[in-house]
């Protein structure tokens, strides 16, 4: 089982929320060879968290420190943002142990490096996952296996978050369209193999992630893996 799939199947094996969230962290801290980390999300309107790898020291008084220093990692967010994942070292270089935070939260850990990944869907935040190592730094390819990772995510911290079955019902023109996606196609190719203008795929595209509220490919993608996959349905495919 690839790492994609292994966190949308965790999705649909939790007992709840929180322990869905512990679930993630004990994943990706494994994954990611990290010691510390931080799964930060709203939920029935009010901010949550789960910490791994933190004393109960620094866990009592994490609300205050991220309170008082978040906004020196603004930059690291924004970054994690449009990228899916990012590192504060990356981003904010020497400047990262002058940090409040750092010094804070890190630094009586011996912690060297955290990896922000933020999980996804058309283009709105769904939480905030940190990692932290300890004595090491994180490679440029496990930065880019974060990114990679976060549809994945995305997909099953929404699919348990908002309702079991994220997908929705789709004709056999959508179907077939997800098919070519899923194949690695693009827009003009598809357009060339059904016959058809590359302006109506695209318009046909577009509306696809509409309905199925995402940005791109790769969450349209995750989307109809988690559904039958995870749920054991029987994929809604045309004859």
Not at 62 to 79: C, F, I, M, P, Y
Not at 96 to 121: C, D, H, N, S
Request: hydrophobic share 45%; net charge neutral; charged share 20%.
């Amino acid at each position: 089982m690839t790492t994609e799939h292994a966190l949308i199947e965790l999705a649909y094996e939790t007992r709840g929320l929180a322990h869905l969230r512990e679930g993630i962290l004990e994943f990706l801290c494994s994954a990611f060879e990290a010691e510390v980390g931080l799964f930060v999300a709203i939920e029935g309107g009010r901010e949550v968290r789960s910490l791994r790898g933190l004393g109960e020291e620094h866990q009592a008084s994490l609300d205050s420190v991220w309170q008082e220093t978040g906004r020196e990692v603004h930059a690291v967010k924004e970054q994690a943002l449009r990228a899916g994942a990012a590192t504060d070292r990356q981003v904010l270089g020497a400047s990262l142990t002058r940090t409040k935070l750092f010094q804070r939260v890190m630094a009586p850990v011996g912690g060297t490096e955290t990896l922000f990944l933020i999980p996804q869907l058309g283009g709105r935040p769904l939480a905030l996952v940190t990692l932290g190592r300890c004595g090491s730094y994180f490679s440029d390819a496990a930065v880019a296996h974060a990114m990679a990772l976060i549809p994945a995510l995305s997909v099953a911290y929404r699919a348990a978050a908002s309702h079991p079955d994220p997908m929705p019902e789709l004709t056999a023109t959508e179907l077939e369209l997800l098919d070519y996606l899923e194949l690695g196609w693009g827009a003009r190719h598809i357009a060339e193999a059904r016959g058809t203008s590359f302006f109506t795929v695209r318009n046909q595209l577009s509306a696809l992630y509409r309905k199925l509220e995402v940005a791109n490919r790769a969450e349209a993608i995750g989307l109809r893996r988690a559904g039958p996959t995870a749920m054991g349905q029987s994929t809604h495919r045309r004859p």
